[in-house]
């Protein structure tokens, strides 16, 4: 019995060291880290296929913006290095495509602007063309809804200032993007 209760208990522990490689966590997007260079894409997504976006003629290896795709086929990420032309460049950027990809409070790409307001403070909303940035707090992920899901009156009015009561709960997300920034580079600033 005393057996049977530490293999037990071994294996708890073993599962709960286990890291969720769909988590999306201050610092990374699954297994992507904020101090994941391009170069090391190869080996972390091995069992996935990864699409050059803007292939370097006659590079030795991954640089510039790449897909991830499932062996599947279903599309993953777009990541997006500081530098297109180093492979030793960081992953600044991320857009998520996946709805298993979710932060540690349960928001998706499929997830509604209400979802926002009910886990998250948010930091800013910004207009953009066509579109507003909402920015939340203690968090790199940040959220492009398209104006075609505002109220009629905001949506062409490119000065127009967006407060966060006016975008309603039940807008989706356009884009789903996770900024990774170095907290070296970042305490530097």
Not at 41 to 46: C, K, Y
């Amino acid at each position: 019995v005393a057996i049977l209760a530490i293999t037990t208990g071994f294996l708890f522990t073993q599962c709960e060291d286990e890291k969720d490689p769909f988590l999306i966590t201050m610092n990374a997007v699954g297994p992507v880290s904020q101090n994941i260079q391009v170069k090391q894409l190869d080996s972390i997504f091995a069992q996935d296929s990864i699409v050059k976006l803007n292939p370097v003629e006659n590079a030795l290896g991954t640089q510039g913006e790449v897909e991830i795709y499932e062996k599947g086929g279903a599309k993953l990420l777009l990541l997006s290095p500081e530098d297109e032309n180093d492979p030793n460049s960081k992953i600044t950027t991320i857009q998520v495509f996946d709805d298993r990809y979710k932060t540690e409070k349960g928001l998706t790409k499929s997830s509604t602007f209400k979802d926002v307001k009910d886990n998250y403070t948010i930091k800013s909303v910004e207009t953009i063309i066509g579109s507003v940035m909402v920015f939340l707090e203690d968090s790199n992920v940040y959220l492009i809804i398209d104006k075609q899901q505002l109220p009629e009156n905001l949506r062409y009015d490119p000065s127009a200032v967006i407060e966060i009561s006016q975008i309603p709960d039940t807008a989706k997300f356009k884009y789903f993007m996770v900024g990774l920034e170095d907290s070296e580079e970042s305490s530097d600033k």
